[in-house]
């Protein structure tokens, strides 16, 4: 079973960025897979099964931060309403962790583990 985990945190404030929509995407298909918002702590957590997996993908995972900054009240102007990260998942039982810090200007994020 492969997990893919996220942690999110807002980079004008420093708190948890809580409540983001979350979608996982196979590239090349129209379907996309919704995810648990991010919970309070900025955190997603997702299990696959390995019949649901395709080694040889590419996936994406869609973070809605548009939403995210209108509700704190940061508009949609000049907002990044999209983070879109691209990875493959070559190892059906592995771990993907991609901590992403967010603002409504920029982002940073990495791969670890």
């Known amino acids: 079973m492969a ?44 299990e696959i099964a390995p019949d649901n997996l395709d080694p040889n993908a590419t996936y994406e995972l869609v973070f809605d931060t548009g939403t995210y900054w209108s509700q704190l009240g940061h508009g949609s102007r000049n907002v990044i ?11 059906i039982s592995g771990h993907y962790h991609m901590p992403v810090i967010v603002s409504p200007y920029s982002y940073s994020t990495w791969k670890s583990g």
């Not at 999209?82 to 493959?88: A, N, Q, S, T």
Request: charged share 15%; net charge negative.
């Open 81 to 91: 309403n999209e983070i879109v990260l691209r990875f493959d998942m070559p190892d």
């Open 3 to 46: 997990i893919i985990t996220s942690h999110t945190l807002n980079g004008l404030d420093g708190t948890h960025a809580a409540g983001i929509s979350v979608s996982l995407v196979k590239v090349g298909t129209a379907a996309a897979q919704p995810m648990p918002p991010t919970d309070i702590r900025g955190r997603l957590s997702l």
